[in-house]
Nanobody
């Protein structure tokens, strides 16, 4: 069973930065793509950023120019650098990995942005 372990969440003031990490129990180059989702209270989970095995990145419009997704295959880790954080970025952030028909999720890490 694939395990994804997130870290790096916390409380930050608006305008600040946080960096999230997601370390997989398997070699991440075996996944078709990996991504970060978030879910705020009372809202649906949404895709924030995605990176393919070929390093193609995509972002939801609300974070473009502020968030950067990257990967380190040697460390089996995917990162999400979040800058210029806004209160509306407050959510639980989940790491996701997909391989064929199978998708895997981390346990989530809380990000809280105070105004």
């Amino acid at each position: 069973q694939v395990q994804l372990v997130e870290s790096g969440g916390g409380l930050v003031e608006a305008g600040g930065s946080l960096s999230l990490s997601c370390t997989a129990s398997e070699r991440i180059f075996t996944f078709n793509n990996m991504g970060w989702y978030r879910q705020a209270p009372g809202k649906q989970r949404e895709l924030v950023a995605d990176i393919t095995s070929g390093d193609i990145q995509s972002y939801v419009d609300s974070v473009k120019g502020r968030f950067t997704i990257s990967r380190d295959n040697a460390k089996n880790t995917v990162y999400l650098q979040m800058n210029s954080l806004k209160p509306e970025d407050t959510a639980v952030y989940y790491c996701n990995a997909n391989r064929g028909l199978f998708g895997y999720w981390g346990q989530g890490t809380q990000v809280t942005v105070s105004s």
